[in-house]
C-alpha cells in the first residue's frame, strides 16, 4: 500500500507539473512565478540525471567486480603461463 501511494503521489506531482508547463506556455503566470518553475524543473531535470549517473556507475561497478571474480577463477585454475 506504501508504494502505492507513492507511485499515486508522484503521478500528481506529474500532473500538476505539466498543467504548470501549459499555464507557462499560455503565459498566464507572472515572470516571477514562471522563473521560480523554471528553476524548479531544471533542478528536477538535475536530479533525474545525477540518478541516471548514479545508475550507470553501479553498473560499471559491478561489471568490475564481476570481471575481477571471473579473473580470480581463470587464474586459479590455470597452472601454466598466462
Known sequence: NAAR?????K????LKL???GRLLREKK???SIRNTIDGFIRFEAFF???N???ILLMVVW???F???VWYGIVTSQQTGPV
Open 62 to 64: 559491478i561489471n568490475h
Open 52 to 54: 541516471m549517473f548514479k
Open 11 to 14: 503521478v500528481v506531482r506529474m
Open 18 to 20: 505539466l498543467r504548470m
Open 5 to 9: 501511494m507513492g507511485r499515486t503521489l
Open 29 to 31: 503566470l507572472p515572470d
Open 48 to 50: 533525474i540525471i545525477a
Open 66 to 68: 564481476i570481471a575481477c
